[in-house]
Every structure is written in structure tokens, then in C-alpha cells.
Antibody, heavy 125, light 107 residues
């Protein structure tokens, strides 16, 4: 079945970096963008950015520009999200999600249809 | 950035009730609006895309409507498994912003 499976929980100190992986299976990895979304405890969902696994092109939310890097290894169908200069405000669950689009009368509607299980990142001294 | 505002933030209802959740965009987004359901400790699940189209496998008691800046998600007859948090998300332009979520609780 179509799924994306993320790496395990991380505990980092302030100022460090974290790299989360997202392994896709059940579909052609290079066909659909991968998005990253995070959620702090008790808070809403926050979109961080996207990556095209075929080209490697990326787009980041302004808030994370300069601190986030999204990459991929197509040989193992895995996407990565690295966040640097961590602070306590980065403590959250990080999700990757496949960006699937529906073509309705020539209009493309983008959705996040398959999500990873989430990776808890805790930033603490 | 496009701001998405949901109301109410929380809602208590009983099994069998009909409930409606509202989502407003800070600018027009046509029909580029998705709805997700999330249960505690789990990833979100896609329910509705393009404002009113049901994602594969989603029960027909869920429906969406709206366009422009005003959208609604309706559950026609609440089932026990529907108690969760619901979030809207615009896919009109990046950053793809979400609403703050509506927590649906059992009365």
C-alpha cells in the first residue's frame, strides 16, 4: 500500500540541527511532491515547505527560510528535512506528506493525501 | 500569507447530531480548500478536497461547501469515530496555511 514512514523521535539541544527522514513506498517516489508540516503540542498544523523529488526543487515558508533544507535520495525513495539553529519553539511533531493533485476540468487541486506517522522533535538543554 | 480562521474552536455534540464547522480565508481562494480530520496522537487524514469533493473512502455523511472566502464542513449524523479535530487548509498559494482547528467533543 501507499505509505510514507518517518524516522524516530529526536532530542536535541538548543542551537543544534535535526534531520528527519521520510521513506516512501507503494508508489513512484518521483511523481509527487513531498510536503513537511509541523505541529506543536496543542497547536494547529504549520506548513514548512515542499520538495519535488524528481528535480530536487524546493519551496520554503518564509518563517523557515535560511534554517530549513529539504533534500532527497531517489535511489532509496527517501526525503529529508533538516532544521538548524533549533530553539525550544521548534519542539513539535514533524510530518511529511505526499502532495497529490486532483485534475478537475483542467484545474489542479493539491492535497496532502498520505501522511507519515510523525516524528517528535524535542529541543531541551 | 493567506490567513485561515475556523469557528468554533471547539464544539460539543452527541452521536446522531448534525454539525457544521466554518472556515474563512483572509482573501479569495476560489475552491482551493481541503479539510482534514486528526485524532489524538495520529497524523491528519484528508477528508475533502476542492471545497466539496469527497476523498476516496470517506463516508458520505461528510460534506463540504463554499467558495471564495467562506467554507463549511458538515457531518450529517455524528458517529462515535467522528469525535476528533478538524482543520481546513488552503491550497491556492504557498505557504499552504491551515486553520487553527476545531475540536469536536462528545456531549
Amino acid at each position: 500500500q501507499v505509505q510514507v514512514v518517518q524516522s524516530g523521535a529526536e532530542v536535541k539541544k538548543p542551537g543544534a540541527s535535526v534531520k528527519v527522514s521520510c521513506k516512501a513506498s507503494g508508489y513512484t517516489f518521483t511523481t509527487y511532491d513531498i510536503n513537511w508540516v509541523r505541529q506543536a503540542t496543542g497547536q494547529g498544523l504549520e506548513w514548512m515547505g515542499w520538495m519535488n523529488p524528481s528535480s530536487g526543487n524546493t519551496g520554503y515558508a518564509q518563517k523557515f527560510q535560511g534554517r530549513v533544507t529539504m533534500t532527497r535520495n531517489t535511489s532509496i525513495s527517501t526525503a529529508y528535512m533538516e532544521l538548524s539553529s533549533l530553539g525550544s519553539e521548534d519542539t513539535a511533531v514533524y510530518y511529511c506528506a505526499r502532495m497529490y493533485y486532483y485534475d478537475t476540468s483542467g484545474y489542479l487541486y493539491y492535497t496532502m493525501d498520505v501522511w507519515g506517522q510523525g516524528t517528535t522533535v524535542t529541543v531541551s538543554s | 500569507d493567506i490567513q485561515m480562521t475556523q469557528s468554533p474552536s471547539s464544539l460539543s455534540a452527541s452521536v446522531g447530531d448534525r454539525v457544521t464547522i466554518t472556515c474563512r480565508a483572509s482573501q479569495t481562494i476560489s475552491s482551493y480548500l481541503n479539510w482534514y480530520q486528526q485524532k489524538p496522537g495520529k497524523a491528519p487524514k484528508l477528508l475533502i478536497f476542492a471545497a466539496s469533493s469527497l476523498h476516496s473512502g470517506v463516508p458520505s455523511r461528510f460534506s463540504g461547501s463554499g467558495s471564495g472566502t467562506h467554507f463549511t464542513l458538515t457531518i450529517s449524523s455524528l458517529q462515535p469515530e467522528d469525535f476528533a479535530t478538524y482543520s481546513c487548509q488552503q491550497s491556492y498559494s504557498t505557504p499552504y496555511t491551515f486553520g487553527q482547528g476545531t475540536k469536536l467533543e462528545i456531549k
